[in-house]
């Protein structure tokens, strides 16, 4: 079974401290590793996707990485407006679902001014 | 183009009672998805569809049937809401080969 965790639960930032949330998995094949993040009240919204162990992505503050059994979001110098739910999500080759995702809980980050 | 839209945004429903919930995607995607969002239990894959015609069952099925009759449109149905039914629906597409793209959700309240 897929499995996906994410630490911590919950992170509180002042503007401009750097910090990385983890995405610890389990997956029988990995076809891809999914970032999304999501504001209160709305639908996740598409950061990244990784393929392959060594693999990393960046956009503006934001900058996820991939091993063989986690990935990081690295967040350089967060404004308040990063403050936002992160998910985490696998899809696997063989996982049940034709290429649905597997998510982890998500970690709820604040950055106060 | 408006992307992945749902509706309603908000519905309130008494035990026993049937809705349909409808996802409409303009991108032509050939997949959609249906998930639920609980507290503390992340998103979870309900149903999932890979073309027009077609549907499946994710991981948490009981209580919900599918269809897809347009490839633009995804409907997810519950026959007789239970409490437990009470959650935040999010439907999503993709094309082939790229990540899913997510609707702005539907909070649903069964009394």
């Given at each position: 079974?897929?499995?996906?965790?994410q630490?911590p639960?919950?992170?509180?930032?002042?503007?401009?401290?750097s910090s990385s949330?983890?995405c610890s998995?389990?997956?029988?094949?990995?076809?891809?590793?999914?970032?999304y993040?999501?504001?209160?009240g709305?639908?996740?919204?598409?950061?990244?996707t990784?393929?392959?162990?060594g693999?990393?992505k960046?956009?503006?503050?934001l900058k996820a990485t991939?091993?063989?059994?986690?990935s990081?979001?690295?967040?350089?110098?967060?404004?308040?407006?990063?403050?936002?739910?992160?998910l985490?999500?696998?899809?696997?080759?063989?996982?049940?679902?034709?290429?649905?995702l597997?998510?982890?809980?998500?970690t709820?980050?604040?950055?106060?001014? | 183009?408006?992307?992945?839209?749902?509706?309603?945004?908000?519905?309130?429903l008494?035990?026993?009672?049937s809705?349909?919930l409808?996802?409409?995607q303009?991108?032509?995607?050939?997949?959609?998805?249906w998930y639920r969002q609980?507290?503390?239990?992340?998103?979870?894959l309900?149903?999932?569809?890979?073309?027009?015609?077609?549907?499946?069952?994710?991981?948490?099925?009981?209580?919900?049937?599918?269809s897809?009759?347009?490839?633009?449109?995804f409907?997810?149905?519950?026959?007789?809401?239970?409490?437990?039914?009470?959650?935040?629906?999010f439907c999503?597409?993709?094309?082939?080969?790229?990540?899913?793209y997510?609707?702005?959700g539907?909070?649903?309240?069964?009394?």
């Amino acid at each position: 079974e897929d499995q996906v965790t994410q630490s911590p639960e919950a992170l509180r930032l002042q503007e401009g401290e750097s910090s990385s949330l983890n995405c610890s998995y389990t997956v029988s094949g990995l076809r891809g590793l999914f970032w999304y993040r999501q504001d209160p009240g709305k639908g996740p919204e598409f950061l990244f996707t990784l393929y392959s162990a060594g693999e990393e992505k960046e956009k503006e503050r934001l900058k996820a990485t991939l091993t063989k059994k986690e990935s990081f979001l690295h967040i350089t110098a967060p404004k308040p407006e990063d403050s936002a739910t992160y998910l985490c999500a696998v899809q696997a080759y063989s996982g049940g679902g034709a290429d649905g995702l597997t998510f982890g809980k998500g970690t709820h980050l604040i950055i106060q001014p | 183009n408006a992307g992945v839209t749902q509706t309603p945004k908000f519905r309130v429903l008494k035990t026993g009672q049937s809705m349909t919930l409808l996802c409409a995607q303009d991108m032509n995607h050939e997949y959609m998805y249906w998930y639920r969002q609980d507290p503390g239990m992340g998103l979870r894959l309900i149903h999932y569809s890979v073309g027009e015609g077609t549907t499946a069952k994710g991981e948490v099925p009981d209580g919900y049937n599918v269809s897809r009759l347009k490839k633009q449109n995804f409907l997810l149905g519950l026959e007789s809401a239970a409490p437990s039914q009470t959650s935040v629906y999010f439907c999503a597409s993709r094309p082939n080969r790229a990540a899913q793209y997510f609707g702005p959700g539907t909070r649903l309240l069964v009394l």
